[in-house]
């Protein structure tokens, strides 16, 4: 059964840093596209980052952290990271990892993710 297992969320103070992880088990067809997501309370759900795995191009990031958050994929541990420096208040939201069936054509689309994580909190304090 295919699963993504989010970790690395917390609590941390304005200007730190958290490094999110996203482990993927059971999937018996290619993922391509995958992506960091985050909401917050009262918010619709936000794309954060992306990136193509398995021969694609593409990395990509919301305005709002460009240069502050990378996207990373270890094939080998077949798990996505989400190195997020520098942050602030308004980062803190529920993170959620996705995976897609196919590349992600320049888009950080939610309607294109196809398995979802359960999420993991951050908490940003100023």
């Known amino acids: 059964q295919a699963q993504l297992v989010e970790s690395g969320g917390g609590s941390v103070q304005a200007g730190g840093s958290l490094r999110l992880s996203c482990a993927a088990s059971?999937?018996?067809?290619?993922?391509?596209?995958m992506g960091w997501f985050r909401q917050a309370p009262g918010k619709e759900r936000e794309g954060v980052a992306a990136?193509?795995?398995?021969?694609?191009?593409?990395?990509l990031y919301t305005d709002s952290v460009k240069g502050r958050f990378t996207i990373s994929h270890d094939n080998a541990k077949n798990t996505l990271y989400l190195q997020m420096n520098s942050l602030k208040p308004e980062d803190t939201a529920m993170y959620y990892c996705a995976a897609a069936r196919m590349y992600c054509f320049g888009s950080i689309s939610d309607a294109l993710f196809t398995f979802w994580g359960q999420g993991t909190q951050v908490t940003v304090s100023s």
């Open positions: 059971g999937f018996t067809d290619r993922t391509y596209c």
């Open positions: 990136i193509d795995t398995n021969g694609g191009r593409d990395i």
